[in-house]
């Protein structure tokens, strides 16, 4: 037997474990989950540490990174590691909750909305007599230790993790409705209802349903849910998804944003590692979803990092200067997504990236320590080119034009906080939409929440899911042709000129 040393600050704790072993197991074995964006092949760097004693020569991967990587190391005996200390989350997005009353709220005195996102899990605890907030909280999904997107989960599943992915959920949210009630005076308490929302791998690793249909093509959903389930000690709906890749989260911001008004068009767009947009048009609902990957929640990007003290999170150009902003007003130690695209928008405005992308050099953020390379560039381009090609073939798969469109909300945590001129200055979203862009917040949440505060919506949510049309983007020519116009930084205007 042989042992690991394991130190975090001022923490030092022993893992035992056979010779030899893949160091990012014998951390999990010890409870110790570390972040890997890349799903543990190396790429992205995120897990670099500090590695001594009987480990494997570095590898390639491992080299050029300049460092150890925790997903690429073996331990050939006893070893120590020491990791970064643990930052928490601070900008988790609960926010954007729409008037909801009890009016036929699900049964019990507590109940609690959830929303299980692909990076952050979001929990309300409402009292269904009052139906007033009692408390919230935010936590980063633990499944993010196995792989930032929805697929690489999909393929952790199948090699054997799904309990361990699912274990992790439900742990993290239990612990969060013990701290809402706690924190509210009410611990002992017990929450009796909950819905829980998500896209739709979200919810098949909590049910425990088997992921191979999400695996593989045609990407057919065999559960698209819309059904009641014993979870948390209580009784939870889980509200209905339309297809393998438009989830329950975004039926539920649907729902909450009150897009599907009647004699309007409107546009809903959720932009997350994976992207979900919704088009509401002569009383049809047209849904996609846009594999965005992770740069947009700081991942893959070489300085990017959550929503945590310290991360950029505004960049503007002052006077021809690059000026920024971090959230806690803290020392910079990253670069999170609205930052990202903040940081695109300034370099593009000074002339230091042209509209191919191509920069001369690192962009350096002046006095922060954080720059970006070529590679961020490119990994920026690819998510915003697959937002914005979506958007523009879901408008044209519904005869909709730009000017059409009433209202676009743009949901989710990233939403939540980029600029929109920045947003139409990369050509992320179209400029004739730029003046009619409304953050929402959390959508998703808001959505479950009016749902357990009123039974009687799942009627409405379940005509407008059964009446949607899907619009598939993997394998569409005009997508793909969208897709490789829109890797350029230009808004649409300029580029359809």
Known sequence: MNTLTVRRG???????????DALAKVLESGGIDIAKPCGGHGNCGKCKAEIRGFVSEPNERERAFGGRLICQAILLGDAAVTLPEEVKSKQIELGGRTAANAADPMPGKLGAAIDIGTTTLAVRICDLVTGEPVGEAGAENPQCGCAADVMG??????????RRLRGGVTECVSRMLARILSEAGRAGETVNSFVITGNTTMLYLLTGQDVTCLSRAPFQADRLFDEELPAFGGNAYLPPCIGAFVGADITCAVLSSGICRAGETNMLCDIGTNGEIALWKDGTLFVTSAAAGPAFE??????????I???????????????????????????????????????????????????????QIPASGVKLTQADIRAAQLAKAAIAAGIETLMKASGTAAEEISELCIAGGFGGHIDLSGAVRIGLIPAALGGKARAIGNGALAG???????????????QLTKAAIPVNLGGDPDFNERFIDRLSFCSFARSEQ
């Open 298 to 307: 700081g991942a893959g990007i070489s300085c990017g990092c959550g929503s």
């Open 309 to 363: 003290p310290g991360a950029i999170d505004r960049v503007w150009t002052e006077n021809g200067r690059i000026r920024f902003h971090t959230i806690g007003d803290a020392a910079p130690v990253g670069l999170c997504g609205s930052g990202l695209l903040d940081a695109l928008a300034a370099f593009l405005a000074l002339g230091m990236i042209d509209e191919s992308g191509a920069a001369q050099e690192e962009l």
């Open 448 to 462: 479950a929440e009016h749902l357990l505060l009123n039974r009687r919506r799942r009627a409405e949510l379940r």
């Open 10 to 20: 001022a923490k030092t704790w022993k893992v035992s474990f056979h010779a030899p």
């Open 153 to 162: 989960r999909i393929s952790a599943a199948l090699s054997g993790d799904a």
